[in-house]
């Protein structure tokens, strides 16, 4: 969605008298329900009416000017996009554009990609160039009209105020291409002669700026291949057994359902360990190989980035394709063959929040959405790890949501092998019933020698034998249940040590995306080897596996008459507060989840630990095989 469109001649007709950054506000509003902050404002009053004076000047006045336009599937917006015919091939012609309006600017420290700006000593800025180059690629990568034309789009930063090239000079050292050229105010001409280059004078723009509005969104050919070769290239993503039962019985649906012309629904279950999201990774560079138009979306902010990471370490382009459940509400219905749904438990009731746009906010449900926007729909979920308030991704959920749309009834895949917790079915098992997710109640640890149970007596205890199994080699984190306050860090960029236990205290892990001190973002608490020193929660946990687990039972889960009860007033996340739309049976089903979460992380061995006495003597005698005292 482009918030303004006018040819190049009308928006120096508008620029003239005025109104122009008041009709962009307007439609913002109208759009987005926001009002625009007087920055944007005063960015749109300042950089457009010298935007069109350039097109007019360059005697481009028929080519069409799309002002804040929507990149889709993302929160991102291009200051301006020309859309017009090419002079020399006659195909169509995007070019990209950044305004800025730095008059100085210097490369910050010794990273190129970053750059400080007049009146910002201490906040670097991404080089414009790095900007509009993202922008660029990104365009082309999903626009499918845009698929197999390399060349029909460009980019250009433009730093009109700019009138010196010394107050700039450090920029030029950052390397340049078509999808990212630098422009001053200084050399305006140049500037000019490289739209001229770009855009046919002679042409109306408009229906080249409608083909790319109305163009459906998918992944181009060309990043389909880049995400299978870096996808399958890693062992990481090899199947086993059932793994690869379940790979082949997707695929062969979705070819099935191509040839057919018609729409399917397939839902895989499977416990902690059991290998969803091992599947998902494989089955995204599979139907990437084939051609397929295929993307991967999940609801947790920590577990997209870190596969973000992962899957895209050698090519960041194939970051794009990892998405979050919520960035679906503008899809055409069917627009790509495939959607893979990972921690589909995690799914929301609707897409909207704070930030969504006002025409949005219909009340659509987003099950609606993701079945909607793919031929095939692939949820990969296990319904005891539905946490928080609002949730609802269960096979029931989808079930009843495909009987009310008329669609068929869902595929529904159950992985029975277990691969996470060391292989032990048993363990897995044996936290279920702990804590009542399963039939029979708790009952003593048994043992399995591929996977071991221990209780600490003191969070130090915990602590250092976790710090023991670190220095033999193995990964080891430490993570809560939400019963201590979670405070922001201190000015001096400190951590505050909120879980208190006795003399032991640690801080939560990070809540943002940037580190603090030596302490990672959240979504890298997992795995990275600096995460060990803080406490994470089920938000961090969730998704991720380490080789030791140890977990500390919050006073809102303690053992009462031979059984785990929990207590309400004893938890301190946010997500519980209301009682009005989480009741108590409620509270108690997903406290339950969350440690059934927090338990099964280990591969080789968890160590619980509880600070309430009654709790920890009757863990002792779970573990040690002896229920009689507990």
Same mark, same amino acid.
């Given at each position: 969605?482009?918030?303004?469109?006018?040819?190049?001649v009308?928006?120096?007709?508008?620029?003239t008298?005025? $109104?122009?950054?008041?009709?962009?506000?307007?439609?913002?509003?109208?759009?987005?329900?926001?009002?625009?902050?007087?920055?944007?404002?005063?960015?749109?009053e300042?950089?457009?009416?010298?935007?069109?004076?350039?097109?007019?000047?360059?005697?481009?006045?028929?080519?069409?000017?799309?002002?804040?336009h929507?990149?889709?599937?993302?929160? @991102?917006?291009?200051?301006?996009?020309?859309? &017009?015919?090419?002079?020399?091939?006659g195909?169509?012609?995007?070019?990209?554009?950044?305004?800025?309006?730095?008059?100085?600017?210097?490369?910050?420290?010794?990273?190129?990609?970053?750059?400080?700006?007049?009146?910002?000593?201490n906040?670097?800025?991404?080089?414009?160039?790095?900007?509009?180059? &993202?922008?660029?690629?990104y365009?082309?990568?999903?626009?499918?009209?845009l698929?197999?034309?390399?060349?029909?789009?460009?980019?250009?930063?433009?730093?009109h105020?700019? $009138? *010196?090239?010394?107050?700039?000079?450090?920029l030029?050292?950052?390397?340049?291409?078509?999808?990212?050229?630098? !422009?001053?105010?200084?050399?305006?001409?140049? !500037?000019?002669?490289?739209l001229?280059?770009?855009?046919?004078?002679?042409?109306?723009?408009?229906?080249?700026?409608?083909?790319?509005?109305?163009?459906a969104?998918?992944?181009?050919?060309?990043?389909?291949?880049?995400a299978?070769?870096?996808?399958?290239?890693?062992?990481?993503?090899?199947?086993?057994?059932?793994?690869?039962?379940?790979?082949?019985?997707?695929?062969?649906?979705?070819?099935?359902?191509?040839?057919?012309?018609? @729409?399917?629904?397939?839902?895989?279950?499977?416990?902690?360990?059991?290998?969803?999201?091992?599947?998902?990774?494989?089955?995204?560079?599979?139907?990437?190989r084939?051609?397929?138009?295929?993307?991967?979306?999940t609801?947790?902010?920590?577990?997209?980035?870190?596969? =973000?990471?992962?899957?895209?370490?050698?090519?960041?382009?194939?970051? =794009?394709?990892?998405?979050?459940f919520?960035?679906?509400?503008?899809?055409?219905?069917?627009?790509?063959?495939?959607?893979?749904?990972?921690? *589909?438990?995690?799914?929301?009731?609707?897409?909207?929040?704070?930030?969504?746009?006002?025409?949005f906010?219909?009340?659509?449900?987003?099950?609606?959405?993701?079945?909607?926007?793919?031929?095939?729909?692939?949820?990969?979920?296990?319904?005891?790890?539905?946490?928080?308030?609002?949730?609802?991704?269960?096979? *029931?959920?989808?079930?009843?949501?495909?009987?009310?749309?008329?669609?068929?009834t869902?595929?529904?895949?159950?992985?029975?092998?277990?691969?996470?917790? &060391?292989?032990?079915?048993?363990?897995?098992?044996?936290?279920?019933?702990?804590?009542?997710?399963?039939? &029979?109640?708790?009952?003593?640890?048994?043992?399995?020698?591929?996977?071991?149970?221990?209780?600490?007596?003191?969070?130090?205890?915990?602590?250092?034998?976790?710090?023991a199994?670190?220095?033999?080699?193995?990964?080891?984190?430490?993570?809560?249940?939400?019963?201590?306050?979670?405070?922001?860090?201190?000015?001096?960029?400190?951590l505050?040590?909120?879980?208190?236990?006795?003399?032991?205290?640690?801080?939560?892990?990070?809540?943002?995306?940037?580190?603090?001190?030596?302490?990672?973002? *959240?979504?890298?608490?997992?795995?990275?080897?600096?995460?060990?020193?803080?406490?994470?929660?089920?938000?961090?946990?969730?998704?991720?596996?380490?080789?030791?687990?140890?977990?500390?039972?919050?006073?809102?889960?303690?053992?009462?008459?031979?059984?785990?009860?929990?207590?309400?007033?004893?938890?301190?996340?946010?997500?519980?507060?209301?009682?009005?739309? $989480?009741?108590?049976?409620?509270?108690?089903?997903?406290?339950?989840? $969350?440690?059934?979460?927090?338990?099964?992380?280990?591969?080789?061995?968890?160590?619980?630990?509880?600070?309430?006495?009654?709790?920890?003597?009757?863990?002792?005698?779970?573990?040690?095989?002896?229920?009689?005292?507990?």
């Amino acid at each position: 969605m482009t918030l303004f469109r006018h040819s190049a001649v009308g928006i120096a007709d508008l620029t003239t008298d005025g $109104t122009l950054a008041a009709r962009i506000a307007e439609q913002m509003r109208y759009h987005t329900g926001r009002r625009a902050a007087p920055a944007e404002l005063r960015s749109w009053e300042r950089s457009l009416p010298v935007l069109a004076q350039d097109l007019i000047q360059a005697g481009l006045g028929n080519v069409e000017v799309l002002i804040e336009h929507h990149l889709p599937l993302t929160s @991102k917006r291009a200051d301006v996009v020309l859309a &017009g015919r090419h002079p020399k091939t006659g195909g169509s012609s995007y070019v990209v554009i950044e305004l800025k309006q730095w008059s100085r600017a210097a490369a910050w420290q010794d990273d190129r990609e970053l750059v400080l700006i007049e009146g910002y000593p201490n906040s670097p800025r991404l080089h414009p160039v790095a900007q509009v180059r &993202g922008y660029c690629d990104y365009l082309a990568d999903f626009t499918r009209s845009l698929d197999g034309q390399p060349d029909a789009v460009a980019g250009a930063a433009y730093l009109h105020n700019a $009138t *010196a090239e010394s107050a700039v000079h450090d920029l030029y050292e950052y390397p340049q291409d078509l999808r990212g050229r630098l !422009f001053i105010g200084a050399r305006r001409s140049e !500037f000019t002669d490289f739209l001229r280059e770009r855009l046919d004078p002679s042409v109306p723009g408009s229906p080249y700026a409608d083909q790319l509005i109305g163009s459906a969104v998918a992944p181009s050919k060309q990043l389909l291949a880049v995400a299978a070769d870096e996808v399958q290239r890693r062992e990481q993503f090899v199947l086993l057994a059932e793994q690869k039962l379940a790979h082949s019985l997707v695929v062969h649906e979705v070819e099935r359902i191509r040839r057919a012309d018609q @729409k399917s629904i397939i839902i895989v279950t499977g416990g902690p360990g059991s290998g969803k999201s091992v599947i998902a990774l494989s089955l995204f560079g599979e139907l990437s190989r084939r051609g397929r138009t295929v993307l991967h979306a999940t609801g947790s902010r920590s577990f997209t980035l870190t596969l =973000r990471k992962v899957a895209g370490a050698r090519q960041p382009r194939v970051q =794009r394709m990892f998405k979050y459940f919520n960035q679906f509400m503008d899809a055409e219905a069917n627009e790509l063959d495939v959607l893979i749904l990972d921690e *589909a438990h995690r799914i929301r009731e609707t897409s909207v929040d704070r930030y969504t746009p006002a025409q949005f906010r219909t009340g659509r449900p987003q099950i609606e959405e993701l079945v909607a926007a793919a031929r095939v729909p692939v949820f990969f979920l296990d319904e005891n790890q539905v946490v928080k308030p609002g949730e609802l991704g269960t096979v *029931a959920d989808i079930q009843r949501y495909a009987a009310s749309a008329g669609l068929p009834t869902p595929i529904h895949i159950s992985l029975d092998g277990q691969f996470r917790c &060391g292989g032990s079915e048993e363990y897995v098992r044996w936290v279920l019933q702990l804590l009542e997710l399963d039939d &029979g109640g708790p009952v003593p640890w048994t043992g399995d020698p591929s996977f071991e149970v221990q209780i600490a007596d003191t969070p130090e205890a915990m602590e250092a034998t976790l710090k023991a199994k670190m220095a033999e080699g193995y990964g080891a984190r430490i993570a809560a249940g939400y019963c201590w306050p979670w405070s922001d860090p201190r000015p001096d960029k400190t951590l505050v040590p909120d879980v208190q236990i006795g003399d032991w205290c640690r801080p939560w892990n990070v809540k943002g995306d940037r580190k603090v001190g030596e302490a990672p973002p *959240a979504a890298l608490w997992a795995s990275d080897p600096n995460g060990f020193d803080q406490v994470g929660c089920v938000y961090t946990a969730q998704g991720f596996e380490y080789d030791w687990s140890g977990v500390i039972l919050g006073p809102d889960l303690v053992w009462r008459n031979g059984r785990f009860t929990t207590i309400r007033d004893a938890n301190k996340d946010p997500a519980f507060r209301n009682r009005k739309t $989480t009741d108590d049976p409620t509270f108690d089903r997903l406290v339950r989840n $969350t440690y059934k979460v927090l338990l099964t992380r280990g591969m080789v061995g968890t160590i619980l630990y509880s600070p309430d006495p009654e709790t920890r003597d009757a863990l002792h005698q779970l573990a040690s095989g002896d229920l009689t005292r507990a």
